[in-house]
């Protein structure tokens, strides 16, 4: 048997890069997928075209997690749809390269609207809604332990939904639910080549001990291994998967 079979996970921001994988892998061992979306359509149209192609279920759903309604709407359909909710993976996330000083009040305020406040509507329906023995994993970025000028506003984000995804351990171990942090390195995603100029790309890369940047499928073997039995003891960490980047 799988080990995901007959379980559900939603995944915020499935429909491109680390997401789409996380989908994809996460259907590979048997769970059926909520493939979120927030306005790319046709891209978690193709997720889902990918997992079926391959024997598995899954279904796209439009919401934009900074909404409240829109992240209780992800639940909702799940449960319709397939029956229960095991897994959550909060993944969606928007990107944000400038100084303190130049980040206006607008500009932090969506940041925190969609990195922050996204992973909390999540958890705070993983709190009622989560099956007993579930499982919530969130992506941070090992970006969040480094001294980096212009990430300030955006690793603020990862901070917090560190902090968050520790308590929430702490709140439903006595369900059996685990909250553990993936925290990825630079990774091959529009987010990040479509952010940055090749010089810091390149700067990036070798700041790895590895020696290159990260691959959206080098998260997905262990976001499985989170929302698997396997990793049943492990709460309240955060994995850092980011090939030596220091
Ligand atoms: P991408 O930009 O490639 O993909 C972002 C995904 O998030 C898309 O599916 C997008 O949907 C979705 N999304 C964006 N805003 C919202 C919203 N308001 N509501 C719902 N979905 C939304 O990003 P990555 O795959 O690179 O990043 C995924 C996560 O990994 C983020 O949390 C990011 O901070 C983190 N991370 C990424 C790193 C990197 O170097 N790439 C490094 C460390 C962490 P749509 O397609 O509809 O636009």
Not at 65 to 84: I, P, R, Y
Not at 135 to 147: E, N
Not at 210 to 217: I, M, N, S
Request: charged share 20%; net charge neutral.
């Amino acid at each position: 048997m799988r080990k995901l079979e007959n379980k559900t996970a939603i995944v915020t921001g499935g429909s491109r890069g680390i997401g789409a994988n996380l989908c994809e892998c996460l259907a590979a061992a048997g769970a059926n997928v909520v493939v979120n979306y927030a306005s790319n359509k046709n891209a978690a149209d193709e997720v889902v075209f990918r997992i079926e192609s391959a024997g598995g279920k899954a279904v796209a759903v439009q919401a934009d997690v900074a909404q409240s309604a829109d992240v209780t709407k992800l639940f909702d359909v799940a449960e319709e749809t397939f029956g229960k909710v095991d897994i959550l993976v909060n993944n969606a996330g928007v990107v944000h390269y400038k100084t303190i000083q130049d980040t206006t009040d607008e500009e932090f305020a969506r940041l925190m609207q969609v990195n922050v406040n996204g992973a909390f509507y999540g958890m705070r329906k993983a709190s009622v809604r989560l099956t007993d023995g579930g499982r919530v994993i969130s992506i941070s970025s090992s970006a969040a332990r480094m001294f980096l000028p212009t990430y300030g506003p955006y690793c603020a984000t990862k901070g917090a939904i560190e902090q968050l995804s520790r308590s929430l351990a702490k709140e439903l171990g006595h369900r059996g639910i685990t909250s553990n942090i993936v925290a990825p390195g630079p990774t091959e995603t529009e987010l990040f080549l479509g952010n940055n100029d090749e010089e810091k790309i390149d700067r990036m890369r070798k700041m790895a001990a590895l020696g290159r940047l990260g691959k959206p499928e080098d998260m997905g073997p262990v976001v499985v291994f989170l929302a698997s039995e396997d990793s049943g003891w492990i709460t309240g960490q955060v994995i850092p998967v980011n090939g030596g980047t220091a």
